[in-house]
């Protein structure tokens, strides 16, 4: 297990076109975070997992977000209808409850 | 309002030269500070957590309730300390979902 990975590293669409991310986490971590991170900005939160429930998410994470952690093991990130104010850098990381939290290299995603 | 501030974008010093890079807070509660680290093309890393009270890399940070801050300190700064610094923090006892501030870029010239 070599830490958090996330695909894909890079996503160009269209705007309109719906994306999925994935976020595998470092194997025995219960928690999974979602942060999105844009030009200047230090990484916002968007929403967590604790297994396979989802306990909180932001005001940022609109309806056209929906997040999954269906076997409390990896994750999906989607987004419907993307806008260009969605470009940005997503984050996962993931921890065990109340210790370190351990990111990925991020998925950068570009609305055109 | 939970918030982080980091008032420089960009801190340049010499190779050897004492470095700090700012961190103010505001919440209401008893909040854990963190300082990560982002080097060139790498990932987001924990750099210390101020409930550890370590020295990482000569780097250390101590919390400050009174000025509700949180500022990095090394002595001696590296080249190779250069690289993206963020303040965050999270509640105590909390869901532990970080709230970060947008940064200082720290530039070490040789």
């Known amino acids: 297990d070599t830490g958090v990975s996330q695909n894909p590293r890079h996503k160009i669409t269209k705007r309109g076109q719906n994306v999925t991310f994935r976020c595998d986490p470092i194997?025995?971590?219960?928690?999974l975070y979602w942060y999105r991170q844009t030009l200047g900005q230090g990484p916002e939160f968007l929403t967590y997992?604790?297994?396979?429930?989802?306990?909180?998410k932001s005001r940022l994470l609109s309806d056209r977000f929906s997040a999954e952690r269906p076997k409390g093991s990896f994750s999906t990130l989607e987004i419907q209808r993307t806008e260009q104010g969605d470009s940005a850098m997503y984050l996962c990381?993931?921890?065990?409850?109340?210790?370190?939290?351990?990111f990925g290299p991020g998925t950068r995603l570009l609305v055109l | 309002a939970q918030r982080v501030t980091q008032p420089e974008k960009l801190l340049s010093v010499f190779k050897g030269a004492p470095v700090e890079l700012k961190c103010n807070y505001s919440?209401?509660?008893?909040?854990?500070l963190f300082w990560y680290v982002q080097y060139s093309r790498q990932r987001l890393q924990l750099l210390l957590r101020?409930?550890s009270r370590e020295s990482i890399k000569g780097f250390t940070a101590d919390l400050n309730k009174g000025e509700t801050s949180f500022h990095l300190k090394k002595p001696f700064a590296q080249e190779e300390d250069s690289a993206m610094y963020y303040c965050?923090?999270?509640?105590?006892?909390?869901?532990?979902?970080?709230?970060f501030g947008k940064g200082t870029k720290l530039s070490v010239k040789p």
């Open positions: 990381a993931s921890s065990i409850q109340g210790e370190t939290q351990y």
């Open positions: 194997s025995e971590h219960n928690r």
């Open positions: 997992f604790q297994n396979e429930a989802q306990l909180e």
């Open positions: 919440y209401s509660g008893s909040p854990e």
């Open positions: 101020h409930i």
């Open positions: 965050a923090l999270s509640g105590r006892g909390s869901q532990g979902n970080l709230i």
